[in-house]
């Protein structure tokens, strides 16, 4: 029994270390704002095509970050809540 825990253990900290090095990028503003988060829900990086965006027009920019983050952030949970499923059935035994 000890020696299934520590397996199961092992196989939720590989799943977290996968996590880390996934990347989702989503867009917004066809390609005028373009966001990579990881699968741990952290921002790597955020892209601004600046012959995109228009100065008269903060708005229409700051919408579509919202829209980038948004759908990016869902997407990451996603990816994240398939990868840890099949692990987490197990933890009842853990005392988790």
Sequence with gaps: MAF???KMIN???KAQNELKKEIIEVEAGEGAVV???TGELKVKKINIDT???DLEDIE???HWIEIAMRDGMAKAQEV???KMKPLMGGLGSLGL
């Design 11 to 13: 196989n939720l900290r």
């Design 4 to 6: 299934d825990q520590m």
């Design 80 to 82: 994240a809540a398939a």
């Design 60 to 62: 229409e920019l700051e």
């Design 51 to 53: 012959s995109m965006v």
């Design 35 to 37: 966001i990579q988060i």
